[in-house]
């Protein structure tokens, strides 16, 4: 079987640019032509030279220098339009790729966010696409033009003199070998660059999250350490490949722009044997002065060629990613009971299976409750019923459909999941509640915070519910956010809500109230219940214990008191944190 091939990273980035593809076809066009207009200078200057050689009287020479400010005005004006037309093909095609990246996050499974560490798709969607921008934007069109235009004047200089143009070519063709030598390892480079970069980044994350334990306990020195270490192995590394790199940047440097020390002699040897014009040479001379300009603009897009790599294979890894495989077209759902059969479940293809053979039904209208000790599977059969993994083996139905034939959008619809760690955008407190529900009018977000409990400090605030929320909810306390977050989920109005340890940062007063709450919100919705305090569920219709990845045991609160020795080892562990608190 023949092996497929993998496009090279420069085809990738060009198939996604594939809408703009006449847009910087022009703008390489133009950049020829601003080029060459810049070049045809050296022409004017040679025919000039020839005149005057030939005795001609001034007024020849007017009509070349007319020529030749023609040709300024026609470089800045083939420039500046094919400068405008590369970025803003190039901003269209970065801006189109974060879309496409983000419909992409939206379908892959949640897993696969989860295990991403914190910031990379930041990293990606923000800093790797925006460094697509001088590929497109630069390199297509500039250094196209200024490759092409030197290898014209290069012909042009064989045609006046073939001996000529081989002497006119030492410098750069040895210039351009000592630039391929170095570009062998830039693209090895920047990848331990990326990765030392992001090794540092942690690290500051690391620091800067934690700083509150770090003085706590006393800790600064230590932890400023880890931290200056970070910074000091960045630095040190970009010293090392400065190092290693300099002698290359020094030869080429010097050498490619040194075309007249081979040219110099050569055309006066061959102008004192009789064999090369007066005229000719001086063109030739002038000429070969222009030649090595492009190819040195033409040689700062080395570095971008060997940083595309790196930045597509980010991308690209993050586009690749399996999806969860779901229907388009909705499909009729017959009620809201949900039912798992069989159901096991591997975190990536090599981790140790967490969810072991698990069968359990949900009737609709009901309130069932997941406990267990942490770490036992609880959370992870949640974001199994919503539909946030594919289940390893086994069947999850939600109204007697598997919910891999459910389409995500309509999965959505059916299901609010509110976590303990919900996250609030860095807008209002009205938007925020909002997303529950777009259409929803200020009355009804009202009513609903009411309901959740958290009409009063809302309404405490400077701003009320027009106050922002900060980065990640940062403004408001974590009992706030979760109330808020509830708030949402309610206005939602799913016909199954699932609540993941949702009370566990809120206070025993506000506890009991959004619990009243959400026993009459939920009034004939399925409800799916996880916590540790185990008196918010001591009334569910059914309580699943959940022990290393199975179910121990499951009913109600008073004959699992009696029957399962887990549950009653756990409702005397709540009791004494109660009796103690």
């Not at 002698?247 to 050569?266: D, E, F, G, H, N």
């Not at 506000?510 to 399925?526: D, F, P, V």
């Not at 305090?533 to 569910?540: D, K, Q, R, S, Y």
Request: aromatic letters at 8%; glycine letters at 10%.
């Amino acid at each position: 079987m023949k092996e497929k091939k993998v496009p090279s990273p420069f085809a990738t980035l060009w198939g996604w640019a594939e809408l703009y593809h006449t847009s910087l076809y022009s703008s390489v066009v133009l950049a020829i032509l601003g080029v060459g207009c810049n070049m045809l200078a050296y022409f004017c200057v040679a025919a000039i030279i020839r005149l005057l050689l030939a005795g001609a009287n001034i007024n020849a020479c007017w009509p070349w220098c007319g020529l030749m400010l023609a040709g300024y005005v026609g470089k800045a004006l083939f420039l500046a339009r094919s400068t405008a037309l590369s970025h803003t093909a190039t901003y269209h095609t970065l801006r189109d790729l974060r879309k496409c990246l983000l419909s992409k996050l939206s379908r892959v499974p949640m897993g696969t966010i989860l295990g991403t560490p914190s910031g990379q798709y930041k990293t990606t969607i923000v800093d790797r696409v925006e460094g697509m921008e001088p590929t497109l934007a630069h390199l297509i069109p500039e250094m196209t033009s200024n490759l092409l235009v030197p290898l014209a004047i290069t012909v042009y200089i064989f045609m006046l003199d073939w001996r000529m143009g081989l002497a006119s070519l030492v410098t750069p063709v040895l210039g351009l070998f000592i630039v391929a030598q170095s570009g062998k390892t830039y693209g090895a480079r920047w990848q331990g660059a990326v990765e030392t970069g992001r090794r540092m980044t942690n690290a500051i994350v690391e620091y800067v999250g934690g700083i509150q334990v770090v003085k706590a306990f006393s800790q600064s020195a230590g932890s400023y350490k880890k931290y200056a270490r970070a910074v000091e192995d960045n630095a040190q590394y970009f010293v090392d490949w400065m190092h290693a790199n300099q002698k290359y940047m020094a030869s080429w440097q010097s050498i490619l722009p040194a075309v007249l020390v081979t040219v110099l002699p050569t055309g006066l040897l061959l102008w004192n044997g009789g064999s090369l014009a007066a005229g000719n040479f001086l063109t030739i001379i002038v000429l070969s002065l222009g030649l090595t300009g492009p190819l040195i603009a033409a040689m700062s897009f080395v570095d971008e060629l060997a940083v595309v790599g790196t930045n597509v294979g980010e991308i690209t890894k993050i586009l690749d990613a399996p999806e969860l495989n779901r229907p388009e077209q909705p499909v009729p759902i017959a009620g809201n009971a949900v039912q798992l059969k069989g159901v096991s479940f591997t975190y990536g293809k090599t981790d140790a299976e967490v969810i072991h053979d698990i069968s359990l039904d949900i009737p609709p209208g009901t309130v069932t409750a997941l406990v267990g000790p942490s770490g036992s599977g609880k959370s992870t059969m949640a974001k199994l019923i919503a539909g946030f993994w594919d289940v390893t083996a086994g069947t999850i139905t939600l109204g007697g459909i598997n919910l891999k034939e459910i389409p995500l959008a309509q999965l959505n619809q059916q299901i609010a999941y509110v976590s303990q760690d919900n996250y609030l955008f860095d807008r209002t407190i009205r938007e925020n509640i909002r997303m529950g529900r777009p259409e929803a009018t200020d009355a009804e977000v009202e009513a609903v915070s009411k309901a959740a409990g958290c009409d009063s400090f809302i309404r405490a605030l400077a701003h009320g519910y027009d106050t922002l929320c900060g980065s990640g909810g940062g403004h408001l306390s974590g009992g706030e956010k979760q109330r808020i977050s509830i708030a949402r989920a309610m206005l939602k109005d799913a016909p199954i809500v699932i609540l993941d340890e949702a009370t566990a940062s809120i206070d025993p007063e506000n506890e009991a109230l959004i619990q009243r709450a959400i026993s009459a919100l939920t009034k004939g919705k399925t409800l799916i219940v996880i916590a540790h305090h185990l008196g918010t569920i001591v009334n569910a219709d059914n309580i699943v214990v959940v022990d290393k990845g199975r179910i121990a045991a499951q009913g109600k609160q008073a004959e699992l008191q009696e029957s399962c020795p887990l549950y009653a080892l756990m409702w005397q562990a709540y009791l004494g944190s109660r009796d103690a608190a």
